[in-house]
């Protein structure tokens, strides 16, 4: 369990340069959670995350894993943050290895596991990302594509097994495909190991299809919080924090203002198509289409 | 009149280390006119980016060649000139900018054509007019936000007074206000100023707004088009990879169970209209 708790930070404290970045955070999230954190540039989600991981010490206020304060120097806190990994921004500019076996076994190696553990994870942490160990662990990685090279650096924080996985806008910068498998491939992980996945997103069509809550953070503070349909469907709160309503969301509610007795909280376009399908009548109610296009013509 | 930009039979090719060569662009045959809006898109690895480093310069063709306004980028004598016509503006705002206050940093380039200090001035105020930052003249750009820093990057590719601006994914780590932001001033700049712009996206609701889409594969020009003809080509875009604007799917998807509906409804709008 994650425990935060009316978290302050305040960068360069005592400096005409002060700025406070969280003022006042309060959540929590359980074991095997799947939580969204969004907000406008300058929302203290970065920040937000690294207090999680352990890597920044409270002005005020608490961040506990499993009652123990996450930044501190003790044996005990030290073994809680093994258990959060966290991947930043572009994670494939931290890659320093030689070969792809060598940068996924980095962070295994210095837990000090033996070696045959070591290439046990490795391959574990490879195939969770999809790719095959066997053709890529020999490889320099600075010769792989953006997207698996993305993939090489993720796999180096799963080689860890965390209980909490913290991704900062994990598909930045990859192609619409590249988008779609690393999130299936997340999900599948988070489908086997039931751990605890933390996904901090611009992108609210990943949200969608990610997660299951999420925090909306504006000015260092918690805006909302609550289930992602109704959260990411609620357009005077995303507003007045800075955000825009999901595409598909804006149709529905254009819809809904023009009479129709459509729902406003379909995300994706493929629920909104559902939905005004349903609406004028051409599909079933299990779903299925009432005519084919190929009947339609007929 | 020659095309603004024009590229015959250009290919690119980056050294390995082991010595071999991987070919990045394979042949690329493009005309860009004066005042297009020119949207290009294809996977991670396709050439849009290497495409983009030919149109001022900053790459010279391994076989073939590139003019613009007629010069060839290949000959040293034209790159001046070249480089002050077309102007850049990358992904990541923090490594775009130089100086101390929003407005030395818009006057970098034209500091460095060397103009009066008068002319300078009246740039600067041009460009920061142009982005509506003149607000936030003497503010440290670190201060602003995503999107904010991006328009100073904007203001300072203007403020040399390019006839075209390639932008390279200028909104892929920017939020959603952010990401309008800059879009609207990339329209407005070309629609109201006349300057021509090509659009680097992986986003197809952003190359939507443009008015012609080309898409890359394989270093190679797959598909050119106004963006109403591009993304009627479902299957063919996802065979490489890439998606259509979330209005085009949902209407593909409206079509499939029967409903007839106008081509070309790429946006929310268009489509929420079609359907009242």
Same mark, same amino acid.
């Given at each position: 369990?994650?425990?935060?708790?009316?978290?302050?930070?305040?960068?360069?404290?005592?400096?005409?340069?002060?700025?406070?970045?969280?003022?006042?955070?309060?959540?929590?999230?359980?074991?095997?959670?799947?939580?969204? #954190?969004?907000?406008?540039?300058?929302?203290?989600?970065?920040?937000?995350?690294?207090?999680?991981?352990?890597?920044?010490?409270?002005?005020?206020?608490?961040?506990?894993?499993?009652?123990?304060?996450?930044?501190?120097?003790?044996?005990?806190?030290?073994?809680? *943050?093994?258990?959060?990994?966290?991947?930043?921004?572009?994670?494939?500019?931290?890659?320093?290895?030689?070969?792809?076996?060598?940068?996924?076994?980095?962070?295994?190696?210095?837990?000090?596991?033996?070696?045959?553990?070591?290439?046990?994870?490795?391959?574990?942490?490879?195939?969770?990302?999809?790719?095959?160990?066997?053709?890529?662990?020999?490889?320099?990685?600075?010769? @792989?594509?953006?997207?698996?090279?993305?993939?090489?650096?993720?796999?180096?924080?799963?080689? @860890?097994?965390?209980?909490?996985? #913290? @991704?900062?806008?994990?598909?930045?910068?990859?192609?619409?495909?590249?988008?779609?498998?690393?999130?299936?491939?997340?999900?599948?992980?988070?489908?086997?190991?039931?751990?605890?996945?933390?996904?901090?997103?611009?992108?609210?069509?990943?949200?969608?299809?990610?997660?299951?809550?999420?925090?909306?953070?504006?000015?260092?503070?918690?805006?909302?919080?609550?289930?992602?349909?109704?959260?990411?469907?609620?357009?005077?709160? @995303? *507003?007045?924090?800075?955000?825009?309503?999901?595409?598909?969301?804006?149709?529905?509610?254009?819809?809904?203002?023009?009479?129709?007795?459509?729902?406003?909280?379909?995300?994706?376009?493929?629920?909104?198509?559902?939905? #005004?399908?349903?609406?004028?009548?051409?599909?079933?109610?299990?779903?299925?289409?009432?005519?084919?296009?190929?009947?339609?013509?007929? | 009149?020659?095309?603004?930009?024009?590229?015959?039979?250009?290919?690119?090719?980056?050294?390995?280390? =082991?010595?071999?060569?991987?070919? /990045?662009?394979?042949?690329?045959?493009?005309?860009?006119?004066?005042?297009?809006?020119?949207?290009?898109?294809?996977?991670?690895?396709?050439?849009?980016?290497?495409?983009? $480093?030919?149109?001022?310069?900053?790459?010279?063709?391994?076989?073939?060649?590139?003019?613009?306004?007629?010069?060839?980028?290949?000959?040293?004598?034209?790159?001046?000139?070249?480089?002050?016509?077309?102007?850049?503006?990358?992904?990541?705002?923090?490594?775009?900018?130089?100086?101390?206050?929003?407005?030395? =940093?818009?006057?970098?380039?034209?500091?460095?054509? /060397?103009?009066?200090?008068?002319?300078?001035?009246?740039?600067? =105020?041009?460009?920061?007019? /142009?982005?509506?930052?003149?607000?936030?003249?003497?503010?440290?750009?670190?201060?602003?936000?995503?999107?904010?820093?991006?328009?100073?990057?904007?203001?300072?590719?203007? /403020?040399?007074?390019?006839?075209?601006?390639?932008?390279?994914?200028?909104?892929?780590?920017?939020?959603?206000?952010?990401?309008?932001?800059?879009?609207?001033?990339? $329209?407005?700049?070309?629609?109201?100023?006349?300057?021509?712009?090509?659009?680097?996206?992986?986003?197809?609701?952003?190359?939507?707004?443009?008015?012609?889409?080309?898409?890359?594969?394989?270093?190679?020009?797959?598909?050119?088009?106004?963006?109403?003809?591009?993304?009627?080509?479902?299957?063919?875009?996802?065979?490489?990879?890439?998606?259509?604007?979330?209005?085009?799917?949902?209407?593909?998807?409206?079509?499939?169970?029967?409903?007839?509906?106008?081509?070309?409804?790429?946006?929310?709008?268009?489509?929420?209209?079609?359907?009242?």
């Amino acid at each position: 369990m994650i425990r935060v708790e009316d978290l302050v930070h305040t960068y360069a404290p005592g400096t005409p340069l002060a700025r406070t970045a969280l003022r006042g955070v309060s959540l929590e999230i359980g074991p095997g959670e799947r939580v969204g #954190i969004v907000g406008p540039t300058g929302s203290g989600k970065s920040t937000l995350v690294q207090h999680l991981a352990g890597l920044l010490e409270p002005a005020a206020g608490r961040v506990g894993l499993d009652g123990v304060p996450a930044h501190a120097r003790t044996v005990a806190a030290r073994a809680q *943050r093994r258990r959060v990994g966290l991947a930043f921004q572009y994670p494939e500019d931290q890659i320093f290895e030689q070969t792809v076996f060598r940068e996924v076994a980095f962070g295994p190696r210095n837990l000090e596991l033996d070696e045959p553990e070591v290439t046990d994870r490795v391959r574990w942490a490879l195939e969770m990302v999809g790719l095959d160990p066997a053709a890529i662990e020999r490889r320099v990685p600075f010769t @792989l594509s953006g997207g698996e090279m993305r993939r090489v650096a993720l796999a180096g924080i799963l080689s @860890l097994r965390p209980e909490v996985l #913290i @991704l900062d806008e994990p598909t930045a910068g990859l192609d619409p495909r590249g988008r779609r498998e690393l999130l299936a491939r997340v999900l599948a992980w988070h489908e086997q190991t039931h751990a605890t996945l933390i996904l901090v997103s611009h992108n609210l069509d990943e949200l969608a299809r990610v997660v299951e809550r999420v925090v909306v953070l504006a000015g260092g503070r918690v805006a909302a919080d609550g289930p992602v349909r109704q959260v990411l469907s609620d357009g005077e709160l @995303l *507003r007045a924090a800075g955000l825009d309503v999901p595409p598909a969301v804006a149709l529905m509610q254009a819809l809904w203002a023009a009479g129709w007795e459509v729902r406003t909280d379909r995300l994706l376009a493929e629920e909104a198509a559902s939905e #005004i399908a349903r609406a004028l009548g051409l599909l079933e109610r299990n779903g299925r289409p009432r005519r084919s296009r190929e009947e339609g013509r007929t | 009149m020659p095309p603004f930009i024009e590229t015959r039979g250009l290919e690119h090719a980056y050294p390995l280390e =082991d010595g071999g060569q991987v070919a /990045a662009l394979r042949g690329v045959d493009l005309a860009v006119e004066r005042g297009e809006f020119v949207a290009l898109v294809g996977p991670n690895g396709s050439g849009k980016s290497t495409l983009a $480093r030919h149109f001022n310069g900053l790459l010279m063709p391994t076989a073939g060649q590139v003019r613009v306004e007629g010069l060839l980028t290949s000959d040293d004598r034209n790159l001046w000139t070249v480089r002050q016509r077309v102007g850049m503006v990358f992904q990541n705002p923090d490594n775009q900018l130089v100086a101390s206050t929003v407005e030395e =940093d818009v006057a970098f380039g034209p500091e460095n054509q /060397a103009l009066p200090p008068a002319e300078i001035r009246r740039r600067v =105020d041009e460009a920061l007019d /142009a982005v509506g930052l003149a607000a936030y003249r003497t503010h440290p750009p670190q201060m602003l936000s995503g999107g904010q820093k991006q328009l100073v990057a904007i203001a300072g590719a203007l /403020a040399t007074r390019p006839a075209c601006i390639v932008f390279d994914e200028p909104t892929s780590m920017l939020d959603p206000p952010g990401r309008r932001q800059i879009l609207e001033t990339i $329209r407005r700049l070309n629609a109201g100023e006349g300057i021509t712009v090509v659009l680097i996206t992986q986003s197809m609701d952003e190359a939507a707004s443009a008015r012609r889409v080309l898409v890359m594969d394989g270093g190679r020009i797959a598909m050119d088009g106004p963006p109403e003809r591009v993304f009627e080509q479902r299957e063919q875009l996802r065979a490489l990879g890439l998606d259509l604007p979330q209005a085009a799917e949902i209407a593909h998807r409206l079509r499939s169970w029967g409903m007839s509906l106008p081509a070309g409804l790429l946006t929310m709008e268009t489509l929420a209209n079609a359907l009242c």
